[in-house]
């Protein structure tokens, strides 16, 4: 079983900087992609930013430009950058991955974090 445990997550003010990071473990032959969702208290969880292993990346028109998101496949961690954070960026954050338990399986799992809160005071 995979587990990924998420860290960086605090209170900023309006305009500040915040790096969340999450690092999976377990037993699996390796990580297709890693990505952030958050989730306000009665809202879905929404897509933030997602990596693959080979760098490609995307993100929700609310955080392009402000955020970047990076993978090291060798020690299946992704970070999240946000700068020019913004009241309504506060959620609580998930990391997210689809992996490969096995070298001969192609079918990936996906797996989730617990959540790290991000608070932005205005």
């Known amino acids: 079983q995979v587990q990924l445990v998420e860290s960086g997550g605090g209170v900023v003010q309006s305009g500040g900087s915040l790096r969340l990071s999450c690092e999976a473990s377990?037993?699996?032959?390796?990580?297709?992609?890693m990505g952030w969702y958050r989730q306000v208290p009665g809202n879905q969880r929404e897509w933030v930013a997602s990596?693959?292993?080979?760098?490609?990346?995307k993100y929700a028109d609310s955080v392009k430009g402000r955020f970047t998101i990076s993978i090291d496949v060798a020690k299946n961690t992704v970070h999240l950058q946000m700068n020019s954070l913004k009241p309504e960026d506060t959620a609580v954050y998930y990391c997210?991955?689809?992996?490969?338990?096995?070298?001969?399986?192609?079918?990936?799992?996906?797996?989730w974090g617990q959540g790290t809160q991000v608070t932005v005071s205005s």
């Open positions: 997210n991955t689809n992996y490969r338990p096995f070298a001969g399986d192609y079918k990936t799992y996906p797996a």
């Open positions: 377990g037993e699996m032959f390796g990580i297709e992609d």
């Open positions: 990596i693959t292993r080979s760098d490609l990346t």
